[in-house]
């Protein structure tokens, strides 16, 4: 199951309990990081101070959550979130994607 929140106090919170607060907030960012059993892309814009985000739940054990977490994204329109921020988000899920297949064809392998 993935979500979208869009609290900016709520996600600083949760950026800062899970250590990933950006150290720089004069730029725009994509934060990409996992929690417990789920992956997280966060999205800073630092000219409205917004963070945005997007979150899919348990993607190590099922296996369509990372794709519905990049279309989510994709899928995602608005005027302030820059294509080079969504760039980077896709880039960060698939570098996820290809890391956790080959994660999972070593254990299978051996």
């Given at each position: 199951?993935?979500?979208?929140?869009?609290?900016?106090?709520?996600i600083y919170f949760f950026l800062e309990k899970c250590e990933q607060l950006p150290l720089d907030f004069s730029m725009d960012k994509v934060i990409a990081f996992e929690h417990e059993d789920d992956f997280y892309i966060v999205f800073y814009i630092a000219q409205k101070k917004k963070f945005l985000l997007f979150n899919a739940e348990?993607?190590?054990q099922i296996p369509d959550a990372l794709p519905d977490l990049l279309n989510q994204i994709i899928d995602y329109s608005q005027e302030d979130l820059h294509a080079f921020l969504i760039d980077e988000a896709i880039k960060c899920i698939e570098n996820k994607?290809?890391?956790?297949?080959?994660?999972?064809?070593?254990?299978?392998?051996?």
């Open positions: 199951m993935q979500y979208r929140k869009e609290n900016t106090t709520d348990n993607y190590l994607m290809h890391s956790k297949n080959n994660f999972r064809f070593y254990f299978d392998a051996h």
